[in-house]
């Protein structure tokens, strides 16, 4: 899938093994948004055809779950002195 809301604006990737459904397949999957303050990954879902998984039938407009807490967010560096 290519990018198409603001909090998919880098990078769309795996997540978890699709899920059949009665309504087609059930893909969750990551994604990326550059900000200020550098990237935040999310968790979205999409659900797929049945027939046909390159077919998007619906896609979420806002992400399921991103990080809150800015440990979450924000990789910081721990040096430790031997």
Same mark, same amino acid.
């Given at each position: 899938? %290519?990018?198409? /809301? @603001? /909090? %998919?604006?880098?990078?769309? @990737?795996? @997540?978890?093994p699709l899920i059949e459904t009665e309504r087609g397949w059930l893909m969750i999957f990551h994604c990326v948004e550059d900000s200020n303050k550098g990237k935040i990954y999310h968790a979205s879902a999409a659900l797929l055809d049945k027939r046909d998984p390159h077919k998007v039938i619906g896609r979420l407009k806002e992400h399921l779950f991103s990080p809150t807490e800015d440990y979450e967010k924000f990789r910081k560096l721990i040096y430790i002195e031997r």
């Open positions: 899938m %290519e990018p198409k /809301f @603001g /909090f %998919e604006s880098r990078n769309i @990737g795996a @997540g978890a």
